[in-house]
Nanobody, 116 residues
Framework: VQLVESGGGLVQPGGSLRLSCAAS????????MNWFRQAPGKEREFVAA????????TYTNSVKGRFTISRDMAKNTLYLQMNSLKPEDTAVYYC??????????WGQGTQVTVSS
């Protein structure tokens, strides 16, 4: 089982980034998938979720209207489009795949730094 994130980097406030998470080794289409983030000195927090079908999404309040989660079933890939980035979005972003009773998998994380 692998979840491999990519797309992080350094961006100025107000800028955009798109994170990707490539899934392999399991039937990703049967799993809800999530993005979490962890800022320095803080606990890991939920950012966004998408259902196994892709028909339902959920966001933490601080990113609503700025971030969009999506998934490409054919490519087994999860995305997080991040717009209007703020310094407080700086964190390591983690991809998570979860199916109760079946598995709870995590990627290694990708660093996002928002700074001028």
């Amino acid at each position: 089982v692998q979840l491999v994130e990519s797309g992080g980097g350094l961006v100025q406030p107000g800028g955009s980034l798109r994170l990707s998470c490539a899934a392999s080794g399991f039937t990703a289409s049967m799993y809800a998938m999530n993005w979490f983030r962890q800022a320095p000195g803080k606990e890991r927090e939920f950012v966004a979720a998408i259902s196994s079908s892709g028909g339902s999404t959920t966001y933490t309040n601080s990113v609503k209207g700025r971030f969009t989660i999506s998934r490409d079933m054919a490519k087994n890939t999860l995305y997080l489009q991040m717009n209007s980035l703020k310094p407080e979005d700086t964190a390591v972003y983690y991809c998570n795949a979860r199916r109760p009773g079946a598995g709870d998998y995590w990627g290694q994380g990708t660093q996002v730094t928002v700074s001028s």
